[in-house]
Structures are given as structure tokens and as C-alpha cells.
């Protein structure tokens, strides 16, 4: 990818703080737009930008990204040459409470941002979509396996799929959909399981374990995950841009609640005390991605496994979570 200007929104969220670091890193300038919605810790979320804040070639927009004055404002300003949209309510659980406000910010922001990623003519608009799309599907989830979204949240990511391939058909917008698998690693949201996990631990309180501990999720490190989004915005993803591909981003493995414990067990030295509770509704039972055609779209893999990065987060959350 040549040197451009990427919008990234959602940038200092855990995923998008990393996208932004590494695609400066890459020499790409950078304009993130947050609204620091505090779902968590708006001091939290301002700590993400920290390094990239630091450099020249970023810059920081406050703003929500259903504000269509404020988008016709960047772009007149920044004229950013790809997107990648990373801004979401997030949660499965939480959109149970406001499918309503689910609905507003996860498909009207998005249908919003495409509006003006059309007029402008980007080069590639990547859109970070949900492995909850596939709900109780045969494993492991294939992109030609028909969605069963189980929650507003996941019927909400699924419809800004749609809307991303409305406009690459009806603009020729160049899209790549990237269903994203459970997502880790430092920075990651407190209310996941990884850090849920991992602070009940080191405070030797009991770890709440939604079922009988035998759910399943496949767990992307959240390195491998931005390597994905670069290769999509970039030449790399060129082919899969041109045919509005979805795409699934995951390990390949599925890893049960039980073996995870094990693994944060052996990562912070300490012995796990659990406490169960009700299978949370909207939930699945299990997820495993197919990555075969992420591999041949993207020449992308990942390449952390569970073990390393639940070592690798718990390393970075006893230094600063």
C-alpha cells in the first residue's frame, strides 16, 4: 500500500488504537474519528492513542460517526483515501437491553459512512463485521453459510454487511468484509472473557462461567486481526476488494471455556476458582472459523496461538491493566 491517508474509526478502541499504530508504523497517515462512548473507560480509551498521538502523521477526531455534517467535514478536509470502519456498539449481551440503539449507531453509522466513502471515491473500504453473524451454524463457519444472526448485535453487524455490498454493487465501492473471531489481547475490552478472566485471578475472586464451561470460541490474537484489516486495505486486497468479499478472520480452533481457564491459570501462576451461571441468551454454543479464503485473498495467516497470546495479554495486563 502506498503511502495514503486511512480513515480509521473506532480508533481508540482496542482493535482500532492497534490499526492505527501499526498502519503509522507503516508509514501511512492516519485520521481516526472516536466518539469515546463510555460502554468503558473513556480515560482508558485516550490512554489507547497514546503512541499514536505521538506521532505527526496522525490525527484525532472527536466525533460519532452518525454525524453526516462531521463525515462531509473530514473527508472535505482529510480526503482520506480508504476506510476502515472499526466503530460499533459492541457486545452481544449489552445489545439485548438497546437493539434500538444497536440498530442506530452499528447500521446507520455505517450505512452513513458508505455514503460518503461512495461520493468520495475511496480506493477500499474495509468493514470489521462479527463472527456472532453465523449464530448456531455448522462448524466450522464457511462465508456461503446462510447468516442466523441470534441477537440485535449480530443482526445489526449482519445488515451492515448487506449495506457494504449494496453499495459495491450499485457505486462499484470497492468493500472487503472481514467477520472477525474473538478478538484478544493487551487493550482488549474488560467485559471479555480473556481479561474478565484474568483480573477475577490475580484478585483470587471466583471466575464467572456462563453453562458448564464446554462453550467453545475461536480466539484471534488481536495482531493477527490487524495484519488482516492492513492486507485488506492494501494491494494485497486488491481481488478481494474488487468482488466485495467476506471474509472470515480467525484461528481455525475452536478453544472450550475450560481449556482457556487452563491456559490463564498457567500464564498468572494461579489456581482458578469458578462460579457458574446460566448460558447467557443470544449466545452460541460454539464458533471455529474457516480461514481458507482469507488465506487466498489476503496471503493472510495467523500466526500467534492461544497459549503465547493469553501469556503475551496477561504479561501486558499485569504491567498496566
Not at 502506498?2 to 508509514?27: N, Q
Not at 444472526?149 to 445488515?159: F, Q, R, W
Not at 494461579?270 to 447467557?280: C, D, K, S, T, V
Request: proline share 5%.
Amino acid at each position: 500500500m502506498s503511502r495514503s491517508t486511512v480513515l480509521v474509526t473506532g480508533a481508540a478502541g482496542f482493535i482500532g488504537s492497534h490499526l492505527c499504530e501499526a498502519l503509522l508504523a507503516a508509514g501511512q497517515r492516519v485520521v481516526g474519528l472516536d466518539n469515546f462512548d463510555p460502554y468503558y473507560s473513556p480515560a482508558r480509551k485516550r490512554r489507547n492513542l497514546a503512541a499514536a498521538l505521538q506521532s505527526e502523521a496522525f490525527r484525532l477526531v472527536e466525533g460519532d460517526v452518525r454525524d453526516q455534517g462531521l463525515l462531509a467535514r473530514l473527508f472535505e478536509e482529510h480526503q482520506p483515501e480508504a476506510v476502515a470502519h472499526l466503530a460499533a456498539r459492541p457486545g452481544v449481551r449489552a445489545s439485548l437491553a438497546d437493539p434500538l440503539g444497536y440498530a442506530q449507531v452499528n447500521v446507520q453509522g455505517t450505512i452513513g459512512l458508505l455514503a460518503v466513502s461512495a461520493r468520495a471515491g475511496v480506493s477500499r473500504f474495509v468493514y470489521t463485521s462479527s463472527s456472532s453473524v453465523y449464530g448456531a451454524g455448522l462448524l466450522p463457519f464457511e462465508e456461503d453459510q446462510p447468516p442466523s444472526p441470534l441477537s440485535p448485535y449480530a443482526v445489526a453487524k449482519y445488515a451492515g454487511e448487506l449495506y457494504c455490498r449494496t453499495f459495491h454493487g450499485l457505486y462499484d465501492l470497492p468493500v472487503v468484509c472481514l467477520r472477525l473471531f474473538t478478538v484478544y489481547g493487551p487493550r482488549m475490552r474488560p467485559d471479555l472473557a480473556v481479561a474478565k478472566f484474568a483480573r477475577a485471578l490475580l484478585a483470587e475472586e471466583a471466575l464467572p462461567i456462563y453453562g458448564d464451561g464446554t462453550a467453545a470460541r475461536d480466539f484471534t490474537y488481536v495482531a493477527d486481526a490487524v495484519a488482516a484489516i492492513q492486507a485488506a486495505l492494501g494491494d494485497q486486497g486488491e481481488q478481494a476488494a474488487r468482488v466485495g468479499a467476506v471474509l472470515n478472520i480467525g484461528s481455525g480452533v475452536a478453544t472450550t471455556v475450560q481449556e482457556l481457564v487452563g491456559l490463564l491459570e498457567e500464564a498468572t501462576g494461579r489456581r482458578a476458582r469458578l462460579h457458574f451461571e446460566p448460558p447467557a441468551a443470544g449466545e452460541v454454543a460454539c464458533t471455529c472459523a474457516s480461514i481458507e479464503r482469507a488465506r487466498r485473498l489476503l496471503a493472510w495467516q495467523p500466526h500467534t496461538d492461544l497459549r503465547e497470546g493469553v501469556a503475551q495479554f496477561v504479561t501486558w495486563y499485569e504491567a498496566e491493566g
